[in-house]
T-cell receptor, first 113, second 114 residues
């Protein structure tokens, strides 16, 4: 089955700086890669996603890049703000009939004011 | 739309008791997922349904866990008997069937087994 590894597990940045979270996946047939943000005590919520036919996608301060050859994808947050502090999860969709998401282990991002 | 609804939001029970968690997916969504979240193991998929049919239950930890989806608007996750190591937050999520459709998570049920 699919295996998703996520790094780093914790990340602290100064307000205004950029943050980068990286994930690798094992199943070369995976074709959909969402990122979820989970604030303390809340549910995970989708913030951005990318399909395997695209190399990069951007939404305001958030961008995701995908390298299919290397089987890794990354989340980039620019001009970080304190409200960006949360746990971020990457995920990959398995191929075949199953189609469920396999999540990474999460990154605790702390934006220091 | 009210989003995915889960009940109860918090459950405290004693070891050996039966626990039933409930989920109402978003209307029109035909895929439903049950996840368990702990500090040690992160976010784990337990089971998921397409059109009320269980597709993959390989994540269900053991026979003490069972899940049903009797109709398109209701699902249950049952633990019998419960054990302290079952303590976790259990999330239900729903989506339209197919790759690339966003999974919407419910607020979760925080289960504590004493």
């Amino acid at each position: 089955g699919e295996n998703v590894e996520q790094h780093p597990s914790t990340l602290s940045v100064q307000e205004g700086d950029s943050a980068v979270i990286k994930c690798t996946y094992s199943d070369s047939a995976s074709n959909y890669f969402p990122w979820y943000k989970q604030e303390l005590g809340k549910r995970p919520q989708l913030i951005i996603d990318i399909r395997s036919n695209v190399g990069e996608k951007k939404d305001q301060r958030i961008a995701v890049t995908l390298n299919k050859t290397a089987k890794h994808f990354s989340l980039h947050i620019t001009e970080t703000q304190p409200e960006d502090s949360a746990v971020y999860f990457c995920a990959a969709t398995t191929s075949g009939s199953a189609r469920q998401l396999t999540f990474g282990s999460g990154t605790q991002l702390t934006v220091l004011p | 739309d009210a989003g995915v609804i889960q009940s109860p939001r918090h459950e405290v029970t004693e070891m050996g008791q039966e626990v039933t968690l409930r989920c109402k997916p978003i209307s029109g969504h035909n895929s439903l997922f049950w996840y368990r979240q702990t500090m040690m193991r992160g976010l784990e998929l337990l089971i998921y349904f397409n059109n009320n049919v269980p597709i993959d239950d390989s994540g269900m930890p053991e026979d003490r866990f069972s899940a049903k989806m009797p109709n398109a608007s209701f699902s249950t996750l049952k633990i019998q008997p419960s054990e302290p190591r079952d303590s976790a937050v259990y999330f239900c999520a729903s989506s339209r069937q197919g790759v690339g459709n966003e999974q919407f998570f419910g607020p979760g049920t925080r289960l504590t087994v004493l």
